[in-house]
C-alpha cells in the first residue's frame, strides 16, 4: 500500500568516527521487518512495465548517474531530475540461446572512463553476444572482448590508471581482467571463494587500496584479492561474512568501509574494516531488492531492481555524514 510519509534524521554510531546515512524522505511507506535507521530520497520512480529494473549504476559529471536496465538490455542515463533517457540497446540474442542462472538475456555491470566512454557486461547463452562490451559518447554499442557464453559476467571495475577492466563471473566463479582496448581476457582469478553455492558466485567487484574486492551473493561474503607485483592475483582474503544475498558494494572513502546491497532482504548495510555489519536502509526507506550503488562525495546512489517485489524499481539517495 502507497502512502506518504516524513521521516526525521537518525545518526547510526559506525566507528570511533561514526559514518551516517541521513536525509529526508517523503515517498511510499514499504513494508520492512526491520526498523529503518536512516533515510532517504528518491530521485526517480523507473518504469517497470518498460523494463526499467536497474541492475549496475555508475556516476556521470554533472550529477547524472548511467544505468543498465538489466532484461530490457538497455543503458540508460538518469538526469539529477529524475528523467530517463536510453542511450543504447542492445540486440537481442538468437533464438534459443539460454543465459546460464537467469534464462533471459541479462545486462550487468557498467563503468566509466574520464572522457565519458562506457564500458558494460553482456550475458546471453550465446559465443556472439556475451562480453565486455563500449559505448562512446554519441556512438553505438560494439563488443569489444568476448566471455565464455557459459558464463555470467556481472560485476565490472574499471583501473583507468593501468587501463584494464575487471569482470566478476557469477556462474564461473572467476574474475577475468580485460585491457581497455579490449581483445583477449585473462582468467585473473579462480578460487572456490569465488565460486557459487547453489545460485551465483562472484558478483561485485571493485578496485580499492592496491586490491581487488568481490562479492559472493550466495556465500554472504567480501573477498580481497591483493593485486600482486606484476598484476597477478595474491591470496584470497575473506574480509566480511554474514551477508547471504549481497549484491554490489561501494568505498564510503579512503578506508576500507563500505556499504552494500543485500538484495532479496531488501536491505543496505554499513560494513566496517572489522568485518562487522549494520544495517542502515531498509524497504521502509524505499529500497525495493537493491542491486548496486555509486558514492559521489556524501552521496550515495543506490539502484533498485524490484527483481522480488515487483512493485517500484527506483534510485534513491543518501547523504553519508560524520557523527560522533
Excluded at 536510453?86 to 533464438?95: K, N, S, V
Excluded at 551473493?217 to 584470497?236: H, M, N
Aim: aromatic share 6%; glycine share 12%; charged share 15%.
Amino acid at each position: 500500500m502507497k502512502g506518504t510519509i516524513m521521516r526525521t534524521r537518525i545518526g547510526l554510531l559506525a566507528t570511533a568516527a561514526a559514518m551516517t546515512l541521513a536525509g529526508t524522505a517523503v515517498g511510499p511507506a514499504l513494508a520492512s521487518g526491520t526498523d529503518s535507521t536512516a533515510d532517504a530520497r528518491f530521485v526517480t520512480h523507473l518504469d517497470m512495465a518498460a523494463g526499467q529494473r536497474p541492475e549496475n549504476i555508475t556516476l556521470e559529471s554533472g550529477g547524472a548517474v548511467d544505468v543498465t536496465f538489466a532484461y530490457s538490455r538497455q543503458v540508460a542515463r538518469i538526469s539529477p531530475d529524475g528523467r530517463a533517457r536510453i542511450l543504447a540497446t542492445l540486440p537481442e540474442p538468437p533464438a534459443g540461446a539460454t543465459t546460464p542462472a537467469l534464462s533471459s538475456p541479462f545486462l550487468g555491470g557498467i563503468a566509466r572512463a574520464h572522457d565519458g566512454t562506457l564500458y558494460f557486461l553482456y550475458a546471453t547463452g550465446s559465443n556472439n553476444l556475451t562480453g565486455l562490451w563500449r559505448l562512446c559518447p554519441g556512438g553505438t554499442p560494439r563488443r569489444i572482448a568476448a566471455l565464455p557464453a557459459a558464463g555470467l559476467p556481472n560485476g565490472l571495475a574499471f583501473d583507468e590508471t593501468k587501463g584494464l577492466l575487471y569482470a566478476a563471473d557469477s556462474v564461473l566463479g572467476t574474475v577475468w581482467r580485460i585491457p581497455l582496448t579490449g581483445g583477449t581476457p585473462t582468467r585473473w582469478a579462480t578460487a572456490p571463494e569465488l565460486a557459487a553455492a547453489g545460485f551465483l558466485g562472484a558478483n561485485g567487484v571493485k578496485i580499492h587500496n592496491g586490491a581487488v574486492w568481490v562479492s559472493n551473493l550466495d556465500k554472504g561474503t567480501v573477498l580481497r584479492i591483493p593485486i600482486a607485483r606484476y598484476g597477478g592475483a595474491g591470496p584470497i582474503e575473506t574480509r566480511a561474512t554474514g551477508l547471504v544475498n549481497i549484491d554490489d558494494f561501494a568505498f564510503t572513502g579512503r578506508g576500507d568501509t563500505l556499504l552494500a546491497a543485500i538484495n532479496a532482504d531488501n536491505e543496505v548495510a554499513l560494513v566496517r574494516p572489522s568485518g562487522s555489519h549494520t544495517v542502515v536502509l531498509t524497504g521502509v526507506d524505499g529500497l525495493e531488492n537493491p542491486t548496486s550503488l555509486a558514492i559521489r562525495g556524501n552521496t550515495a546512489y543506490i539502484a533498485s531492481g524490484a527483481y522480488f517485489t515487483n512493485n517500484d524499481p527506483n534510485i534513491l539517495a543518501a547523504r553519508i555524514t560524520s557523527g560522533s
